[in-house]
């Protein structure tokens, strides 16, 4: 089982649209999870972090955890297509310094 | 703030040749630094942990005397790939955090631009 899994898409969505990107992960213990937008070509770069059930607002975003699914979320309000980016989830178990990355879903938003 | 930097951005060379890239942190010290690797349509793979002053910790698979990783102050850390090959080919992205770095720091990567290595 991989530690952290994301469909890979790629998710489309009309621009205006909200998209709506999930994470699994495995290791119960898990502290701190982290959504970040990779372009093509490009490194990764921080949209939110989440660290307690609930939700969390940033603008267009809203970061969502559930720790009893085991279960992290990330929807965007409006879509652009300049959000068209690879979405990773990052995990970091408590205790460790490592952080362990999904494999990323592929946003398209259509003009 | 935040920045961390990293260099070259792009790098060829021929089989055999070694290649060093570098990592600084801008406007803050990094006692810790990441290194990660990442092939085409893959995730981001930790590859290894640099710590400042001591010496790096490899991730299963990783072989260190292959990647030489020195980090010799609080703003620098360098990857030298060894004798590298067209199967070390890659996208090699350094990362850092603000926070203490200790296993309970739960603050964010942030990551270098990436360096994209070709071997040919």
């Known amino acids: 089982q991989k530690e952290v899994e994301q469909n890979s898409g790629p998710l489309s969505v009309p621009e205006g649209a909200i998209a709506s990107l999930n994470c699994t992960y495995s290791d119960r213990v898990s502290q701190s999870f982290f959504w970040y937008r990779q372009y093509s070509g490009k490194s990764p770069e921080l949209i939110m972090s989440i660290y307690s059930n609930g939700d969390k607002e940033d603008g267009r975003f809203t970061a969502q955890l559930n720790k009893a699914s085991q279960y992290v979320s990330l929807l965007i309000r409006d879509s652009q297509p300049s959000d068209s980016a690879t979405y990773l989830c990052a995990v970091k178990t408590g205790g460790y310094q490592k952080v362990t990355f999904g494999i990323g879903t592929k946003l398209q938003v259509i003009p | 703030g935040a920045v961390v930097s990293q260099h070259p951005s792009w790098v060829i060379c021929k089989s055999g040749t070694s290649v060093k890239i570098e990592c600084r942190s801008l406007d803050f010290q990094a006692t810790t630094m990441f290194w990660y690797r990442q092939f085409p349509k893959q995730s981001l793979m930790l590859m290894a942990t640099?710590?400042?002053?001591?010496?790096?910790?490899?991730e299963q698979g990783v072989e260190k005397d292959k990647f030489l990783i020195n980090h010799a102050s609080l703003t620098l850390s360098t990857l030298t790939v060894t004798s590298a090959h067209p199967e070390d080919s890659s996208f090699y992205i350094c990362s850092a955090r603000t926070g203490t770095n200790s296993v309970n720091d739960n603050s964010p990567l942030h990551f270098g631009n990436g360096t994209r290595l070709t071997v040919t």
């Open positions: 640099s710590n400042e002053g001591s010496k790096a910790t490899y």
